[in-house]
């Protein structure tokens, strides 16, 4: 097994329920990201993101505060099971905390998901959340 990957990131003047909403909105996906996403809000439910380069589905949501899904690459082999992400948004003193523990990511894409994560969520979202605030 793969080590656990565990990644986050400070916002500051954010609010949990706003980070959620990055993650869990297509549109506003979409638009933090710069790439195409459609996320269901259902247990159960489907998402892709990236133009369908990740997907999965809902395991669990607790509202503004975490989410769990099975996740995966489209580019992993189809024998690879999907990976388990888990995302937690708490307030901190100066905004929100975004942590996350992603469970089962195949060896040979460890590497690219770990680093992926600050590359194409915690940067794109903090550049989002200025423009925001103007």
Avoid at 9 to 24: D, V
Avoid at 64 to 79: C, F, G, L, T, Y
Wanted: proline share 6%.
């Amino acid at each position: 097994m793969t080590p656990v990957i565990n990644a986050g990131a400070i916002f500051h003047n954010a609010t949990p329920s706003q980070l959620c909403e990055l993650f869990m909105d297509s549109t506003q996906h979409t638009a933090a990201t710069g790439a195409p996403a459609k996320i269901s809000r259902k247990v159960g439910g489907k998402w892709s993101a990236f133009g369908g380069m990740i997907l999965g589905r809902n395991l669990a949501l607790v509202p503004d505060r975490m989410i769990v899904q099975a996740w995966r690459s489209s580019a992993w082999k189809p024998a690879d099971p999907d990976s388990i992400l888990v995302v937690q948004f708490e307030k901190s003193a100066s905004g929100a905390i975004v942590e996350l523990t992603h469970v089962g990511v195949p060896r040979y894409d460890h590497k690219g998901v770990t680093q992926g994560w600050k590359k194409y969520y915690w940067k794109p979202w903090k550049e989002y959340l200025k423009i925001l605030r103007r």
